[in-house]
């Protein structure tokens, strides 16, 4: 069931009034989210919330082992069986045939034959997600961020809570279960903000994100021969507008449900094209991700001594690029950005050497850094957007070999471009000021706006268009 579906919110306005009823009953009430949250993983398939109870298991069970031992070799012991355990089952499921299909064609096999030795594994919605979230919990046992040991309905609910369960925000262990352990009261302020953040989250999917696929990349990425050098290159840089409003609706829309359900997930974002470096680009985008690498993986090979720490810089970046999907496009992607991230940090260092001054943009000069950093983030999307590199490499050779003048770019695409520009540049003051404000306006006044959003929603609908990182 997706998130922009109307019969979720049918649904979800059910589990709302049900769970306002149980708030004071505080067991009775993570019970209810609890199996809610099944319910929902199993609608995708059956098979899913089996594998979701296994992942939540072991890492229960390993996390709260490290806080009943009191031997650090042990306790080392534990925590690489619960991260080995884990990353094999997505292993497994997301990067078993790709590490088959290229062994086998090292080994000289035909692509009939490389088949035979695949799996046929449906890959459960939101793996990553899971994955990384299940090893937040002894990982931060083991690291002391967590010091007592939760119930095992509190440690399943935050693995299954199901408005951030398919992709995310990366919660993890030491920020949410406080939340499970204490009652949060709920004002109509709260419920309120939180309605009005899926509203927004629903129009960066469905209005903006789905209509400029539609209109623009879809055309462009799935025959880009057929049109002109200028349509592709628009294109390109389209693409990032829509990855950025279809994940950001989908944390909005993740942010207001659990809002409206009296918990807070993290921030995801932070108006990432107005970074003024790669690193910096990476410090606004997907943040629960990119610091869960940051925070957890870095940490593990910080102590490398055979390597520095631009290998080091580069190895977490192919890890990242890795983690979006299983395809020699997405480790290149990888290896891009964690090159340009180790030269940028070997300029700063040189800069400090020598006793320059770091650069600091203002003016034309920022708007033109700004530009820079945004044209190499959206052209490096062609290995995230294409298939493999095969597909990459023909979508490139077609912006600078193409012979058609077809520019198919309609006036609603152009004005959806320009209000995405417009909502992303905007200081996040201003939109926090405006959750503020549309609380307190006449009862006519926000039924007015939830209908005319509703009926724009659904005057763009496009059904079978799910979010991006579903995949993920």
């Not at 009953?25 to 993570?30: A, D, G, P, S």
């Not at 989250?201 to 469905?206: E, Q, S, T, Y």
């Not at 077609?398 to 006036?411: G, L």
Request: hydrophobic share 50%; glycine share 4%; aromatic share 18%.
């Amino acid at each position: 069931m997706l998130l922009t579906n109307f019969t979720f919110y049918i649904a979800f306005l059910i589990v709302f009034l049900i769970s306002l009823y149980l708030r004071k009953q505080r067991t009775q009430l993570k019970s209810f989210l609890l199996v809610v949250s099944y319910l929902f993983y199993g609608l995708i398939d059956w098979r899913f919330p089996i594998l979701l109870a296994a992942i939540t298991a072991i890492n229960f069970i390993v996390g709260n082992r490290i806080l009943e031992s009191d031997k650090p070799k042990a306790q080392k012991q534990l925590l690489t069986l619960a991260i080995l355990t884990s990353l094999a089952i997505l292993f497994y499921f997301k990067y078993a045939n790709f590490f088959i299909d290229q062994v086998t064609a090292l080994l000289g096999f035909s692509i009939v034959e490389r088949e035979q030795y695949l799996f046929n594994v449906l890959m459960p919605v939101g793996i990553s997600f899971i994955t990384f979230q299940a090893i937040t919990y002894p990982i931060d046992c083991y690291r002391k961020h967590i010091t007592h040991s939760t119930s095992l309905l509190n440690f399943s609910l935050f693995m299954a809570f199901f408005p951030q369960l398919l992709s995310g925000p990366i919660v993890r262990a030491s920020y949410f279960i406080p939340q499970l352990e204490n009652i949060r009261n709920i004002d109509s302020k709260l419920i309120y903000e939180g309605f009005w953040q899926i509203i927004r989250g629903l129009i960066k999917k469905i209005i903006i994100a789905d209509t400029l696929a539609f209109h623009i990349v879809n055309p462009a990425f799935t025959s880009p021969n057929e049109f002109s050098s200028v349509f592709l290159v628009l294109a390109i840089f389209t693409f990032s507008i829509q990855i950025y409003m279809d994940l950001s609706g989908y944390t909005d829309i993740a942010l207001g449900l659990a809002k409206m359900l009296g918990y807070k997930l993290p921030t995801n974002f932070n108006r990432p094209y107005l970074a003024t470096s790669i690193a910096n680009y990476w410090q606004r985008w997907h943040i629960s991700m990119s610091s869960f690498f940051r925070d957890y993986l870095y940490y593990a090979i910080e102590r490398w001594r055979w390597c520095n720490i631009y290998i080091k810089l580069v190895i977490i970046f192919v890890a990242i690029g890795f983690w979006h999907g299983a395809g020699w496009n997405f480790i290149l992607y990888g290896a891009i950005h964690g090159s340009l991230v180790a030269f940028e940090h070997y300029n700063k260092l040189k800069r400090e050497v020598i006793g320059k001054p770091l650069v600091i943009f203002r003016g034309a000069a920022l708007v033109v850094q700004i530009i820079k950093i945004f044209t190499i983030v959206a052209f490096t999307r062609i290995l995230f957007r294409g298939d493999d590199l095969t597909s990459s490499y023909h979508f490139m050779y077609a912006i600078f070999n193409s012979t058609s003048d077809y520019t198919p770019v309609t006036i609603t695409s152009l004005l959806l471009l320009v209000i995405a520009i417009i909502m992303h540049i905007l200081p996040t003051s201003w939109r926090d000021d405006f959750s503020h404000h549309i609380v307190k306006v006449p009862v006519f006044i926000s039924a007015s706006l939830v209908t005319f959003s509703i009926y724009l929603m659904i005057a763009f609908s496009n059904k079978g268009a799910s979010f991006i990182y579903f995949q993920f």
